[in-house]
């Protein structure tokens, strides 16, 4: 499977300016390279001002509703005006400061699959004290995909993303990560079937850089990354859209 990396700016940078510049350089970083898919999710605010041929567009957030009386939300029809793909949905910094719930985030990943948009659905364990991780986050991918039609499934795509693991320089172990990998896929297996589970990205997210990007590229069953604070820079990240790309 052809690698996947995704950029989350987050809520950076600080202008528009900035984030012209940041796409810019990413943009003519990646260019020449042919062996890996890229999609940057600036905050919604730049999305307008973004555009390339090379380098797909993703939003962070959804909501579930297209239209109406919901004060300072975007819709996916929104998004999709503007050229977007892809969407990032229960990313654990939403869950942890909006009090984003797997309820909303089923809704959210229905709403986008339904027009289209390519849902970057995250999970991933608060902390590793004892095995109970991994029925956590099943429990996770049950409820977010709970009754999401199977015709649809193939436009998911799974984020892990331990939290524990995010923006501290504490990345996943290698063999862990084969472990989780495997564990989710055997998951999406049990919900959707074969076909689902063997072609469905699953990406890792938690403090990805360009010095350890290859060591995950060589995990089985892991098929790329979603990159937070090594993707704002443009430098940084071409490295590991490369690395991904010679994989
Ligand atoms: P990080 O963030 O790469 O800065 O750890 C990843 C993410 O939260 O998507």
Avoid at 10 to 34: D, T
Avoid at 49 to 73: C, H, M, N, P
Avoid at 115 to 131: A, D
Avoid at 232 to 241: H, M, P, R
Wanted: hydrophobic residues 45%; proline residues 3%.
């Amino acid at each position: 499977m052809r690698k996947l990396i995704i950029a989350n700016w987050k809520m950076n940078p600080a202008g528009q300016a900035m984030a012209k510049r940041l796409f810019a350089g990413i943009v003519s970083g990646v260019r020449g390279v042919y062996n890996a898919d890229v999609v940057i999710c600036p905050p919604f605010i730049y999305l307008s001002g973004l555009d390339s041929k090379k380098v797909k567009l993703g939003a962070q957030d959804i909501f579930w509703a297209d239209k109406g009386a919901y004060t300072g939300e975007v819709s996916g029809k929104m998004l999709k005006s503007l050229g977007v793909k892809y969407v990032i949905v229960g990313h654990s910094e939403r869950r942890a400061h909006l009090g984003e719930t797997d309820e909303m985030i089923n809704k959210k990943i229905k709403a986008a699959l339904k027009l289209g948009l390519k849902p970057i659905f995250c999970v991933g364990e608060k902390q590793r004290k004892n095995n109970d991780y991994y029925v956590f986050v099943k429990n996770q991918i049950k409820a977010g995909l709970a009754k999401v039609p199977k015709k649809l499934s193939k436009n998911i795509i799974i984020a892990y993303e331990p939290v524990w693991a995010i923006g501290t320089g504490k990345a996943v172990k290698p063999q862990d990560l084969f472990e989780m990998a495997t564990y989710i896929r055997r998951v999406v297996f049990n919900i959707f079937g074969k076909k689902t589970a063997y072609k469905m990205p699953i990406l890792y997210g938690g403090s990805v850089n360009a010095k350890n990007a290859a060591k995950f590229l060589n995990v089985e069953g892991v098929n790329g990354f979603l990159v937070g604070g090594a993707s704002l820079n443009a430098k940084e990240f071409t490295k590991i859209v490369k690395e991904a790309a010679n994989d």
